[in-house]
Structures are given as structure tokens and as C-alpha cells.
């Protein structure tokens, strides 16, 4: 209510100036003919006015703004990976039975394209995951994930535009929910069978969501940071022949 206020003491302030500039034209030089001229020319151009302004101009700010905000969230997702995304794809990985038959759309080169990217995300949605919480490291994975709670927790909170980030907002909620689930049980060793299905069905969810991330990071790292994505390609947690070293 006080911002509608504002706005229409502006305008009457804005209208009120305009009269009386063009009442002291009249009381100079005693011309309503040159004044309704310029009022009529003025008024012609101004959708022409509003139309550069508004929308053009407005556009580009759009698109600009846009960019920066892409370049701020890729950079915040890569702090993500950097800190904790990569170490939980190896943990959860172990999980997952058919994981060597999915290794091969996710070792990527440094001449992969665009298309390869969107290939290998093509064929990780599609692909068929038997994850069983049975088959790894439960108790690891819970104090991993409690260890990082904290973090993504300021990651999410901190950055709004994460919260405009969709997929990624669904990773980090998902993310969320596996580590109360692991946390709020005090011995994973002695689970019923319903529960053991319960983290499986869990650990799938967060595991594709995050290789869907991971792989999207990965292409825009590709097409932005080459650097980076040399190194990426050389810590692969999929491949078990990479080096950080350079050949």
C-alpha cells in the first residue's frame, strides 16, 4: 500500500512539473499552436518511446541478468561437486549392482561434445539400477552425510537462486531426506527387511538425480571451463583408470 502511495505522488509530482513548464511556455511567448504541436509530436513518439524502453531494452537487462545468474549457480553447484557431490556418487555407487553397466556412457573425454552429454544423460534415465542398501557401507554413508549436512544446508539456504534451480532443488531435498533417514536410525546393522527396502528405494532416488547433476555439470564445464573439465575428466570417481596426473 505504501509503495502504490509512492507511485502515485510520483506521478502527480511528474504531472504537476509538466503543466506547469508548459504554462510558463504560454505565459512567454503566447503560442498554444507551437505548444500543441510539440504535446501531439511528443505523444506520437512515445509508444516508440515505451516500446525501446520497456521492452527491448527491458529484454536485454532480462538476458543479461539471466547469464549472471547461470554463471552464479553453475559456480555454486561446482562447489557442490567439489566438496561433496563427487565423494557421495562414490558412496552410493557401491550400492547399485549394475553399476559397470552404466560406467560406460559416464566416462567421458575431453572430446566429448554437447550431443555426447546429452547421449549419456539420455541413457542414465533410461537405465535400469538394482540398487540394495544391502550392499554397502550404511553406517559410512550416514556419517558422511551427517558430516555434510551442515554445508548443504547453507548451500540451499544461502543461495536463492538454487531455489530456482528446479533438479537441483530436488537433489538437495532428496539428499536431505536419505541423511534423516540414516541418521534417525541408531543401528543400521540390524534393519528389518522393510526398512533395508525403504533406503533402497531412497539411495535410488538420490543417486539418479545426482549422476542427471553430475553429467549436466560435467557439459557445461566442458563448453565454459575446458581447465576444469581436464580436470574432471582425469578424477572420473567412474572410471578406474584415470590419473590426476597429466600424460
Not at 501531439?40 to 512515445?46: E, P, Q, R, S
Not at 557401491?94 to 550431443?115: A, G, P, S
Amino acid at each position: 500500500m505504501k509503495h502504490l502511495r509512492w507511485q502515485m505522488l510520483a506521478a502527480c509530482s511528474l504531472l504537476s512539473i509538466s503543466f506547469f513548464i508548459y504554462l510558463l511556455h504560454y505565459m512567454l511567448f503566447q503560442d498554444m499552436h507551437h505548444i500543441f504541436v510539440f504535446m501531439v509530436g511528443h505523444l506520437a513518439f512515445l509508444p516508440i518511446e515505451i516500446l525501446t524502453v520497456t521492452i527491448i531494452i527491458d529484454q536485454v537487462l532480462k538476458a543479461r541478468e539471466k547469464k549472471t545468474i547461470i554463471i552464479k549457480l553453475n559456480m555454486v553447484i561446482g562447489i557442490f561437486f567439489s566438496k561433496v557431490g563427487i565423494d557421495l556418487l562414490k558412496r552410493l555407487s557401491v550400492f547399485d549392482r549394475n553399476t559397470d553397466k552404466i560406467r560406460k556412457h559416464l566416462i567421458f573425454t575431453t572430446d566429448w561434445e554437447k550431443h555426447d552429454f546429452k547421449r549419456a544423460s539420455e541413457k542414465i534415465k533410461t537405465a535400469s539400477y538394482d540398487i540394495n542398501s544391502r550392499l554397502g557401507d550404511l553406517e559410512d554413508l550416514k556419517h558422511f552425510m551427517n558430516n555434510e549436512m551442515d554445508f548443504l544446508l547453507m548451500l540451499l539456504l544461502g543461495n536463492q537462486p538454487l531455489l530456482e534451480h528446479e533438479n537441483f532443488t530436488d537433489l538437495l531435498w532428496a539428499i536431505t531426506h536419505l541423511s534423516e533417514e540414516l541418521a534417525l536410525r541408531d543401528d543400521l546393522n540390524r534393519l528389518s527387511g522393510t526398512d533395508l527396502d525403504h533406503l533402497s528405494f531412497d539411495i535410488k532416488k538420490t543417486y539418479t538425480l545426482l549422476l542427471g547433476e553430475w553429467l549436466a555439470y560435467m557439459s557445461h564445464m566442458k563448453n565454459n571451463y575446458p581447465q576444469l573439465f581436464s580436470l574432471a575428466v582425469r578424477t572420473n570417481p567412474f572410471n578406474p583408470d584415470v590419473s590426476v596426473a597429466l600424460q
